[in-house]
């Protein structure tokens, strides 16, 4: 299996994008613009299968990483796992190099720094904003939360390889 993992965060201060009005009249989004409010998410997704998958965390940590890379083995068990992921410092240390000795099976390559593009997931975060949080307002943390994990079941195995094609 090779698999691309990455994490984001969505904060409630709504991202604007464009949007048709009427000429002369000016749109708006409603926001109480807090930006202090934040929904982290890890994802991962698969391009071969166009399977995919998110887990909500705290915040981007060695804790949550090692979280998502739990879900992965469970998820691909008795397979072998090589997992692409950008060189953040919870993707390092001796925690996950104690757990990666511990599952064989599972190698975690680094993509190069400052290549965001190379890395599949962000093609999903960057159709994830787009199409659910643009132009849009969320009273709390909880509704947003609840936007994106249903956007993101709504996604098939064939949106999955639109939005990433392997050429």
């Known amino acids: 299996m090779v698999l691309f993992e990455d994490e984001t965060g ?9 949007i048709w009005a009427k000429r002369g009249s000016r749109p708006f989004v409603y926001t109480r613009s807090q930006h202090q409010k934040r929904l982290n998410i ?8 166009g399977s ?6 705290i915040s981007g940590n ?4 090692i979280q998502v890379l739990r879900k992965i083995i469970y998820r ?32 975690i390559h680094y993509l190069p720094p400052y290549h965001p593009e190379l890395n599949y997931q962000e093609r999903l975060w960057h159709a994830m904003r787009y199409e659910e ?17 249903k956007r993101s079941q709504r996604w098939k195995p064939k949106k999955i390889k639109e939005l990433c094609p392997l050429i």
């Open 133 to 149: 949080t643009t132009n849009v307002y969320f009273e709390t943390i909880s509704d947003l939360d609840h936007a994106v994990f």
């Open 52 to 57: 995919h998958g998110i887990t909500k965390w």
């Open 76 to 107: 691909f068990k008795g397979k072998t796992i090589d997992l692409w992921v950008d060189n953040a410092r919870w993707h390092k240390g001796a925690r996950v190099e104690e757990f990666i000795i511990e599952h064989s099976f599972l190698h």
């Open 62 to 65: 060695t804790d949550g990483f």
């Open 10 to 18: 969505f904060s409630l201060h709504p991202k604007l994008g464009r």
């Open 42 to 49: 890890f994802g991962w997704i698969d391009l071969v299968q």
